[in-house]
């Protein structure tokens, strides 16, 4: 999240938008987000009413309180509570459906349904361009050059089953082991 947010910072300095004070206010109002890529409408609206400022037009004030939030009828999903509990924000393991009323599921239920997703798909043809880029070329290499060999250690899943995880590794990096994914 970290990297996020000083990106985020550096582009709002290079184009001088007060992407600063903004972010203290969202933060300050919990989470800002429906997912990763899907802002709420208060962030949209502050966004806007920036731009509107800057070309000399007066925003109305709070216009987000009279619209309708149209990224919330999709998916959102939860800040889980270990790093929510970093930013002094409400986390969970519930996301939200796509539709207008709330459908909830688990944590075990979206990595079960995203999994029945995946094997409906032929094996290798999920891509991702991220892989392309040039901290993904090293990352194997980097990996296999570790001086220190791993050890697996056993911790307990936020979902009450087992897991298996390799010490050192960020928890990031373990995510296939951890849920018990290893060949795929």
């Known amino acids: 999240m970290e990297s996020s947010r000083n990106n985020l910072l550096k582009v709002g300095r290079a184009v001088d938008y007060p992407i600063s004070e903004m972010m203290m206010k969202w933060f300050s109002m919990g989470c800002f987000m429906h997912t990763i890529n899907h802002p709420k409408i208060y962030v949209l609206g502050d966004l806007a009413h920036e731009i509107l400022r800057k070309e000399g037009i007066a925003p109305i004030l709070k216009v987000e309180d009279y619209i ?59 891509q991702s361009p991220r892989f392309a880029e040039e901290g993904f070329q090293t990352l194997e290499e980097l990996i296999n050059k570790r001086k220190k060999p791993i050890k697996s250690i056993s911790r307990e899943s936020p979902f009450g089953r087992s897991r298996s995880c390799d010490e050192g590794l960020p928890e990031a990096l373990c995510w296939k082991s951890c849920h018990g994914i290893q060949n795929l």
């Open 68 to 126: 309708h939030d149209d990224l919330a009828d999709y998916v959102c999903w939860p800040v889980y509570p270990e790093i929510a509990n970093k930013h002094q924000i409400t986390g969970g393991y519930n996301f939200k459906k796509h539709g207008i009323y709330p459908a909830m599921i688990n944590l075990d239920e979206f990595v079960s349904a995203s999994f029945d997703i995946y094997n409906k798909l032929e094996k290798g043809s999920l």
